[in-house]
């Protein structure tokens, strides 16, 4: 028997798990339970694959995955991250229809611990290739700590993100604050409607990579004022950030760009004028 070496990698690991999964399983019973699961764990996995990540593990109520291993990933923290946010997404989706369907209350805690673990295969080479060491456990506390319906993560991956990511709840007051204290904003959802978020982003001076989604195209100049990927796309993403976060100057420039185009185009006196015409064409 060949056993691959192991590998020491620096990772993101993921835990994701259903919230009282022992009480939701005698509530639904073995069959209602294996097609919640399926569909649940199922949208996960296409999730943590899409951000480029590998799935390590089914845990009974979740999964486990990593995020630098077997591919190494420079951004491994951010993508799980967005891996994170996006498989509560989609566990708010499959609990309507649980909550409809069943009257169940189905929620999912998710948590992120970066570092380096060693990697390969364990035991028998059927187990598999996975990751071992004390960071993966500090990932499925992370998970047990967080709370139902969010992600927790911990201090080694807020550090890698904090510059990219929101971390904790905001006040009203602190949202220009906080829009200010970037460089580059990314913006992922699948279902902007009025292309508020990405306005008040590009006013506040940041450079913008967003999805295709609502009205981004008509907010955001692609290549110009920001840069638009598909959505649900983590490589066009990703493709789309990292020249800009090795580039600092060119991240300058075209925050400068997108702020001046809000206050062209959607500032409050460059709406009411678009309003005032508006009645005046009915005079």
Known sequence: MVVDPAEYKQVTVLFADVVHSMDIAAALGPE???????????????????????????????????????????????????????????????????????????????????????????????????????????????????????????????????????LGELEIAEVQRWYQRLTIYAFTSRNEGFGLTLIEAMAAGCALVASRAGAAELVVEDGVTGMLTPPGDADALVAALEPLMRDPAAAAAMSVRARARVLERFSLDAEANAIAEVYRTLV
Not at 52 to 77: C, N, Q, R, W, Y
Not at 121 to 135: D, I, R
Not at 142 to 152: D, F, I, L, N, R
Request: hydrophobic fraction near 45%; aromatic fraction near 4%; include cysteine.
């Open 32 to 166: 209602r339970l294996r097609e919640v699961m399926t569909e649940l764990v199922s949208q996960a996995v296409a999730v943590v694959q899409r951000y480029g990540g590998t799935v390590d593990k089914f845990t009974g109520d979740g999964i486990m995955a990593l995020f630098g291993a077997p591919i190494t990933l420079e951004s491994h923290a951010f993508r799980a991250c967005l891996a994170a946010l996006e498989i509560q997404q989609v566990a708010g989706q499959v609990a309507v229809e649980v909550r409809r369907r069943d009257g169940i209350d189905l929620r999912v805690r998710v948590g992120l611990n970066s570092g380096q673990v060693i990697t390969g295969e364990v035991g028998a080479s059927h187990l598999g290739y996975t990751a071992v060491g004390g960071e993966v456990g500090m990932a499925q506390r992370m998970e047990s700590v967080a709370p139902p319906g969010g992600v927790m993560l911990s201090e080694s991956t807020a550090r890698l993100v904090e510059d990219r990511v929101v």
